[in-house]
C-alpha cells in the first residue's frame, strides 16, 4: 500500500521560512509533488522532484532523498497569503496514478 | 490562461439516485482524472483516463462509479446508486502529455451532498 506523512499543522510568523515534512512509503515510486490548497479551492502545483536534490521556483523550494523516501517543501519570507494547506503527493510506479499525503495546515500570523 | 471547469458547483441528492459530475478539461490536455476530498481530509485519487479509457483507478472506484468521455470536452464521473458516504468535493484534473512535471490543474470542484 500507500502512506505519506506530513505534519498536521505549522504556524510560522511573517517573513520567517518554514519547511514542511513527508516521508513516504509506496510499493513503486517515480516522483513527488507538492500542491497548495486554500480553504474551499482546489489544488495547485507547486513543484515536482523525480530526482534527489533541490528544485528551487521563487519563494518556493522542494527537496526529494529517494533512499531516505523524504521530501520537503521550503517556503521562504513567508506572506500571510501562504496561509493554505499543503499537500505531497507521489506518482505510484505505474505512470497515472497518484497518492496525496493527509496535508499541512500553514497558518502565517503577523 | 485555459482552465478546467466542472459543473454544478454544488449537488444535493437523495440517497441512491444517481448523480452526473461534469468536467471541461484544458482542451489540449490527455490526462483526466477524478478525486475526492471528504470535508477537512486528504485529496483521493478515484480514477485516471488516457486513450478514451480508464487506465488506474482505486479501491473507493467499485461498480457505483464510472466515467465517459462522451465527446472531445467533457468528462464525466457518474455515481450509480449514491451513499451518504459519497458526500465529498470531488475534483476533476487534467494534465498534457508533455508535462514533465507531471503538473495537474484542477478544477474548481464539485461539493456532493447526499441526504
Known amino acids: 500500500g500507500q502512506s505519506l506523512e506530513q505534519p498536521s499543522e505549522v504556524t510560522a510568523v511573517e517573513g520567517a521560512i518554514v519547511q514542511i515534512n513527508c516521508t513516504y512509503q509506496t510499493s513503486g515510486f517515480y516522483g513527488l509533488s507538492w500542491y497548495q490548497q486554500h480553504d474551499g479551492g482546489a489544488p495547485t502545483f507547486l513543484s515536482y522532484?523525480?530526482?534527489?536534490g533541490l528544485e528551487e521556483t521563487g519563494r518556493f523550494s522542494s527537496f526529494l532523498s529517494r533512499s531516505d523516501s523524504y521530501g520537503y517543501l521550503l517556503l521562504q519570507e513567508l506572506q500571510m497569503k501562504d496561509s493554505a494547506s499543503y499537500f505531497c503527493?507521489?506518482?505510484?510506479?505505474?505512470?497515472?496514478?497518484?497518492?496525496f499525503g493527509s496535508g499541512t495546515k500553514l497558518n502565517v500570523k503577523p | 490562461e485555459p482552465e478546467v471547469t466542472q459543473t454544478p458547483s454544488h449537488q444535493v441528492t437523495q440517497m441512491g439516485q444517481e448523480v452526473i459530475l461534469r468536467c471541461v478539461p484544458i482542451?489540449?490536455?490527455?490526462?483526466f482524472y477524478w478525486y475526492r476530498q471528504i470535508l477537512g481530509q486528504k485529496v483521493e485519487f478515484l480514477v485516471s483516463?488516457?486513450?478514451?479509457?480508464?487506465?488506474?483507478k482505486s479501491e473507493i472506484f467499485d461498480d457505483q462509479f464510472s466515467v465517459e468521455r462522451p465527446d472531445g470536452s467533457n468528462f464525466t464521473l457518474k455515481i450509480r446508486s449514491t451513499k451518504l458516504e459519497d458526500s465529498a468535493m470531488y475534483f476533476c484534473?487534467?494534465?498534457?502529455?508533455?508535462?514533465?512535471?507531471?503538473?495537474?490543474?484542477f478544477g474548481p470542484g464539485t461539493r456532493l451532498t447526499v441526504t
Open positions: 482542451s489540449n490536455h490527455l490526462y
Open positions: 483516463f488516457y486513450n478514451n479509457e480508464i487506465s488506474e
Open positions: 503527493a507521489v506518482r505510484d510506479g505505474n505512470f497515472n496514478k497518484f497518492y
Open positions: 522532484n523525480a530526482l534527489d
Open positions: 484534473a487534467s494534465r498534457p502529455r508533455t508535462s514533465g512535471s507531471y503538473e495537474q490543474y
